[in-house]
């Protein structure tokens, strides 16, 4: 799994998220967001967008979801998280409205995530 910079888990923190678990051993049936080079971030109930904008923000080198809107033309935190979904490899998340993981492309995950993930929603897959 990949470091994050100590200021970077900090605007995770303050996002509603908890520390990352390894996608095998993490509890699926509450929210997440899940991303392959940290791990399973279980996120405070209505916080997965922020969160997803925060890791969008973090593959552009920037510091948050606002900042990655400005910089990309998008939306935040609509567009940003989803932007963040549809080309992040190893990408899905769980909301604490819906019970169905979600990701974006199939291609964007393994056979053995799909495993794990169970049955998943595909948003941008045509």
Known sequence: MT????????????????????????????????????????????????????????????????????RLGLDFPDETADRWLEITPGAAFMSSVGRKVQAGKRANLTLIEKRWLGDIQYLFDE
């Open 3 to 70: 470091d994050l910079t100590p200021p970077q888990w900090q605007a995770l923190l303050e996002a509603g998220v908890k520390e990352p678990q390894p996608l095998h051993l993490a509890d699926l049936s509450v929210p997440f967001v899940y991303e392959r080079t940290v791990g399973v971030l279980h996120c405070a109930a209505g916080k997965h967008r922020l969160a997803m904008s925060i890791l969008l923000a973090f593959a552009h080198n920037c510091d948050s979801g606002i900042e990655v809107g400005e």
